[in-house]
């Protein structure tokens, strides 16, 4: 055999930070992260990408950001600041992807420069894979204004559009250089966003954690009236278990498995059939719903810990069914989801199912006949 063998380890490393107010000249957690990684004899720019609805809602916002590093000159700032349509649009039209690299290019962002983005999870994980495939790699900075992106998707390690009517088809493995959670921005959240991010908090308690769980019922009528210590607790906790799962075991997804992702194989398809009327946190809950029942129906998970899961989903004000959902037969729209699950990542289905709260099962095959009775269950519920 003639052949030359390489093998390397590529260390990964973030931050992330818990604040209010980031953009108060009185807050130095921002530029003490950008002094900190300063090397000397850099010139250092930071270019921001904003959400539009973020835009609207905090309307002194894009002054705050100028007024700050006038106080704090530690980089650059690029002025011209590019706001997007926040939303799913934002990964489904690619002019979007193409302003930024424009940008990039036009303003001379390069690998020791910073693109920042604040806005939910598609602004970010757009935003990420712009910065992702720019000359191999620009430093990014995620500042996530949704309960949402604040406990799951904003701390994570995936960036993504999507493509050919699927979610999330083109994306990246690229870690951001830290990420700022600011409460202020939830402060104007509707009710509907507000409560969309707690089912993954709900997810990954239900696959790791019952004692969270047993917080999140405990705290569930809090949680709805707005409670911001209640509110606080839950994205740090959340975003704790979230982070642990990336340095445990396999942040890049070399496998076939996505444990963190348990009630999502329908979640997505039901975005993707309601073209995104139905939001993420909206979808994964009934998706957690559905394979709560199925894991029951299939013995894994007692009647009694199902109930709770339900009756947690509803007191929170989420929906458990929508008609997209649901499964008549094995060609059933919602159905395809499973396929494309397991495309998304290749080798062999793999699906998180419980056995208890706080404990998931990894499966390899779904009984199709199972997924009707539970759809059917969870509709005449």
């Known amino acids: 055999m003639n052949y030359l063998q390489q093998s390397f380890s590529v260390k990964f490393e973030y931050r992330v930070f818990f604040t209010d107010m980031l953009f108060d000249v009185s807050n130095p957690v921002l530029n003490d992260f950008l002094v900190s990684s300063q090397v000397e004899g850099e010139m250092r720019k930071i270019m921001f990408v904003v959400d539009a609805n973020v835009a609207l809602h905090h309307p002194g916002l894009l002054d705050q950001v100028k007024l700050y590093f006038l106080e704090y000159q530690a980089v650059t700032v690029i002025d011209d ?89 083109l994306g990246s493995f690229a870690p951001p250089v830290a990420v700022f959670n600011d409460y202020h921005f939830l402060t104007t959240l509707n009710d509907r966003d507000w409560r969309s991010g707690i089912s993954e908090a709900i997810k990954v308690a239900l696959i790791k954690d019952r004692v969270f769980f047993e917080w999140i019922e ?19 906790r959340c975003a704790e278990m979230h982070m642990n799962h990336i340095s445990s075991g396999d942040p890049f997804e070399s ?117 009707i009775q539970a759809a059917n269950k969870l509709r005449n519920r």
């Open 81 to 169: 600041v590019l706001i997007i349509p926040g939303g799913e649009i934002a990964k489904n039209e690619p002019s979007y992807y193409t302003r930024i690299v424009d940008a990039v290019n036009d303003y001379g962002i390069d690998r020791h420069s910073y693109i920042a983005a604040i806005g939910g999870g598609s602004i970010l994980d757009l935003v990420g894979f712009a910065a992702a495939v720019s000359h191999r790699g620009i430093k990014h900075i995620r500042i996530p204004t949704t309960v949402l992106s604040q406990n799951d998707s904003g701390v994570g390690v995936k960036n993504s559009v999507n493509y050919k009517n699927k979610k999330n088809f």
């Open 255 to 371: 496998g076939s498995s996505r444990p963190l992702d348990f009630g999502h194989w329908s979640a997505h398809k039901l975005e993707q059939l309601t073209n995104f009327e139905v939001t993420h946190g909206e979808a994964v809950a009934m998706g957690i719903a559905l394979d709560s029942l199925y894991s029951c129906l299939s013995g894994r998970l007692a009647e009694a810990d199902y109930e709770r899961i339900v009756i947690l989903l509803q007191t929170l004000g989420f929906a458990i069914f929508h008609p997209m959902m649901q499964v008549e037969a094995a060609n059933s729209p919602i159905v395809t989801g499973l396929q494309e699950f397991q495309e998304h990542l290749g080798g062999q289905l793999t699906i998180m199912l419980l056995k208890d709260l706080g404990v998931g099962e990894e499966v390899h095959e779904i009984d199709k006949n199972l997924l």
């Open 218 to 236: 405990q705290h569930a009528t809090a949680l709805v009236k707005r409670d911001k210590l209640a509110m606080q607790y839950l994205i740090r």
